[in-house]
């Protein structure tokens, strides 16, 4: 079993910045694939980026590149989510994922079989 366990979410107005936490603990390292969705109100889960620990490739969404970075501290088990220039649209419940397949489609919920509970972002215009 694999815990994640996500921080950093809070209210910040647009133009800011936030940088999101994910603590992995357990089974942590049987995750190749870490990734943040997020989910608005009345809104379908969609995907953010997603981290690859072994040779760190990103991905990105469209709506975020630019704008927001991944990363993560194998030392920690923790992956990050740094985003900048932060938008009313940006508004949600940021949720961290993890995978333990060792080829997923990185923007595919359905690809990840850990979750945290989430941390709410609140972008005021």
């Known amino acids: 079993q694999v815990q994640l366990v996500e921080s950093g979410g809070g209210l910040v107005q647009a133009g800011g910045s936030l940088r999101l936490s994910c603590a992995a603990s357990?089974?942590?390292?049987?995750?190749?694939?870490m990734g943040w969705f997020r989910q608005a109100p009345g809104k379908e889960r969609e995907f953010v980026a997603a981290f690859v620990w072994r040779g760190s490739s990103t991905y990105y969404a469209d709506s975020v590149k630019g704008r927001f970075t991944i990363s993560g501290d194998n030392a920690k088990s923790t992956v990050y989510l740094q985003m900048n220039s932060l938008k009313s649209e940006d508004t949600a419940v940021y949720y961290c994922?993890?995978?333990?397949?060792?080829?997923?489609?990185?923007?595919?919920?359905?690809?990840?079989?850990?979750w945290g509970q989430g941390t709410q972002v609140t972008v005021s215009s």
């Open positions: 994922a993890g995978s333990t397949a060792s080829t997923v489609v990185p923007g595919r919920p359905r690809e990840y079989n850990y």
């Open positions: 357990g089974r942590a390292r049987s995750c190749y694939y």
